[in-house]
């Protein structure tokens, strides 16, 4: 379980979060929506532990463990995994070196044994049928030359092999065609179970649509001001963020 | 001057007796005293039991080097050298060695288990006495020339090779064994003027490799400095020479992953390689030797000389090199590509931490018809390391159709590092043509971000990134070679992020 208690964070001295508490029990899934500069993504790196974001306050932690005192690297061992809004190129990267490495640092994490080389392929192409991606996906460099829809399926296909406790997924919507989200979402749908979470940050209600949240959460100007089951969703889609922000 | 007199008595009662118990026992009691001068040289030749044309050839360098200024126009800064102040003929250091792995520098020990060298090598690497007697287990080549003292594994790599026609032999037996080659091919592609280190090297080379490839052979292995018998340490001032006979084919390995103890500062080395038509000859180097401490006190001169000529139509000279080691690197892998549509290829990773400096590059000279090259030169710099790529590419009027393509990509690790990239360019071929390329770029936060996120630690997620950036270049190294350089690439970046 995912419990973040009056957080606060800033960047180059700017506060970007006044006081967040949140809590996402394991086994659900929850969604933060709000509208552009109001914390979503800050919220996401504070949490993975992206450099230049400073907690000033308030706590996190992840199955009782305080996960802000840990490098980026041990959160992910810990479970944690960020879909990235806009994943990184690592060229002369191959993909499959990256997927391994990253696979293999989390399971030593964990005390598990490393797979080789052919029980990976064994495992990661099984998850990218799945996905509906192709093989040669596998072969180029990570992300480079990927277009927007299959950065995000390459976010997803980590995530599949990592087998998260707890996911983050920035604005995984964007940028996808109908297709491509339907893909991605019947991915983080095939994760859910009694020991995953997610907290799905989008903008729009679209994503919603196909990965259902137990709970939706409205972030504004850096604080939760309203929360409450999947209808808030479609509220926020009819009358916009104005008329939940005049209501706070 | 009564020392050398002396010395050189010492030399002639030794070689008048107890020489025929061979060269390497009595190796503790001989040496030279500091200088140089002609006496040295001819001390040099006569320890080495030299034909008269040899001296000759060595004095003629050395008349050439007394006239010659050491060259200052590289990008690199060191305290003047004093020639006269060394040994330039000197026995391994008495030292004791230390008795066990115990006693060996832990950091250097680190370093080894991070390349996975087994620890039987490991001690022979760390000088420990007595280890080298048994052979490694279980992995070929074994890394370390010491281990070829079995005599079992030394036979059985020189049959294989006998049986082809192969020569591979140090260049002090090839003199004895196999003058009339020697005296072709020596100097003909580095010539003893060529330049200051060229000819310091050609005037006192203690030894070094020499290579034959018959007609029509290709090599059936891999030929390591290691494979060498009588090679116990990288010589200072080592001479190599290589020749592929026409149509022949051999791929020759130099150096070691694994950091090297070494008593000499400055490094002078000279490597000619010669290829005939429809003969290939693949060069790869693992460069690594001891870089200086964090700041930057110590650390290995590399001032090298490497020149290959395709004199033959159709033949390939292929230069990769990798280096992480040296304060200093010097070095300029060149190809003169003189037989009609040979080709010339330099593949190069330089990385420099610390204080470390490179100034590398190549040179291609274009005189032959349809001549091609190809460079790709990835230097990554972090802390103070200051890398430059230095490059020439000539195209001579009669080599017509000639192309060269030329990629240098500089990484840069922090902000107090430097990246420097001087190509010349000189078309004297209206149908040549020439293509240069050029990048720098930095290891960005988002991206080491990404791999952290990922569960990758700082440095592994440095590692990678530079791999991914060297990929053109390792690609091109033998296997074996290109495991070991990866991991070797990201221990010589440790430290620099962070």
């Known amino acids: 379980m995912l419990r973040i208690e009056g957080l606060t964070a800033e960047i180059d001295g700017k506060e970007i979060l006044k006081g967040i508490d949140l809590e996402v029990p394991t086994g659900e899934v929850h969604a933060i929506m709000g509208p552009n500069g109001s914390g979503k993504s800050t919220l996401s790196y504070v949490l993975s532990g992206r450099e230049g974001y400073e907690v000033t306050g308030g706590s996190a932690t992840l199955d009782g463990v305080d996960i802000l005192a840990m490098e980026p690297e041990e959160r992910a061992a810990a479970g944690l995994f960020l879909a990235f809004q806009y994943p990184v190129e690592l060229p002369g990267v191959g993909n499959v070196t990256f997927l391994r490495t990253a696979l293999n640092a989390i399971r030593k994490g964990r005390g598990e044994s490393e797979l080789d080389a052919m029980q990976f392929l064994k495992l990661a192409r099984e998850r990218m049928k799945a996905l509906s991606m192709p093989e040669d996906m596998l072969k180029r460099g990570v992300n480079v030359g990927f277009s927007g829809g299959e950065k995000k399926r390459n976010e997803i296909l980590q995530m599949a092999l990592l087998q998260p406790s707890m996911a983050i997924l920035d604005e995984t919507d964007s940028g996808l065609d109908i297709d491509a989200l339907k893909i991605v979402s019947d991915g983080v749908n095939a994760m859910r179970g009694p020991n995953f979470s997610a907290l799905v940050i989008t903008h729009y209600q679209r994503l919603l649509d196909y990965i259902v949240p137990d709970r939706v959460h409205v972030l504004m100007q850096g604080r939760i001001v309203k929360s409450g089951g999947p209808e808030l969703a479609q509220e926020l889609e009819a009358q916009g963020y104005g008329a939940v922000q005049n209501a706070a | ?498």
């Open chain 2, 1 to 498: 001057m009564p020392a050398v007199t002396e010395t050189i008595e010492t030399v002639q009662s030794v070689t008048e007796s107890t020489y025929k118990w061979g060269f390497e026992t009595d190796i503790e009691m001989e040496f030279a005293p500091k200088g140089l001068n002609e006496d040295i040289v001819r001390f040099i030749s006569a320890k080495k039991n030299e034909p008269e044309w040899l001296l000759e050839w060595r004095l003629r360098a050395f008349s050439a080097w007394k006239a010659m200024v050491e060259p200052r126009w590289a990008a690199v800064k060191y305290p003047p050298i004093d020639y006269q102040d060394a040994h330039y003929y000197a026995a391994p250091k008495t030292k004791v060695g230390p008795k066990s792995l115990d006693e060996v520098d832990p950091e250097l020990l680190k370093t080894y288990a991070k390349l996975g060298i087994p620890l039987r090598e490991q001690e022979i690497l760390a000088g420990v006495e007595g280890a080298g007697s048994v052979p490694a287990e279980g992995r070929m080549p074994v890394a370390v020339d010491a281990v070829f003292d079995s005599v079992s594994v030394a036979t059985s790599y020189k049959e294989r090779l006998g049986k082809e026609g192969i020569i591979f032999c140090s260049i002090s037996e090839a003199v004895q064994e196999h003058p009339e080659l020697v005296r072709k091919y020596l100097g003909t592609v580095v010539p003893q003027g060529d330049n200051f280190f060229a000819a310091l090297n050609s005037a006192v080379f203690t030894d070094g490799s020499f290579v034959y490839i018959p007609k029509g052979v290709r090599c059936p292995m891999e030929l390591s400095t290691y494979f060498r018998i009588n090679a116990k340490s990288t010589g200072q001032f080592e001479r190599t020479l290589i020749i592929a006979d026409a149509g022949s084919h051999v791929s020759y390995l130099e150096g070691c992953t694994a950091p090297m103890r070494d008593e000499n500062q400055l490094h002078a080395a000279v490597v000619e390689l010669v290829a005939m038509d429809d003969a290939t000859i693949k060069y790869s180097t693992v460069q690594n030797w001891y870089p200086g401490d964090a700041e930057g006190k110590g650390g290995i001169y590399n001032f090298v000389t490497k020149r290959g000529a395709c004199r033959g139509a159709r033949s390939k000279i292929s230069w990769t090199q990798v280096e992480t080691g040296s304060a200093i690197t010097w070095k300029y892998p060149s190809c003169i590509l003189q037989g009609e549509d040979s080709v010339g290829e330099f593949y190069s990773v330089a990385i420099t931490n610390n204080y470390q400096q490179a100034d590398t590059g190549t040179k291609m000279f274009h005189i032959g018809p349809r001549t091609k090259s190809t460079i790709v030169s990835k230097g990554i710099s972090a802390g103070h390391g200051q890398n430059t790529y230095r490059g020439l590419v000539r195209i001579g009027a009669k080599a017509k159709g000639a192309r060269n393509f030329t990629q240098c990509d500089s990484l840069l690790i922090g902000d107090l590092c430097g990246a420097h990239t001087v190509p010349y360019i000189e078309n004297r071929c209206v149908s040549a043509k020439v293509e240069h390329e050029a990048t720098t770029s930095r290891i960005a936060e988002d991206q080491l971000f990404y791999c952290r996120q990922r569960g990758l630690t700082q440095e592994e997620a440095v590692g990678l990134i530079v791999n991914g950036f060297c990929r053109e270049v390792l690609k091109e190294l033998p296997m074996e070679f290109a495991v070991e350089a990866q991991k070797l690439l990201q221990i010589s970046l440790e430290g620099s992020v962070g």
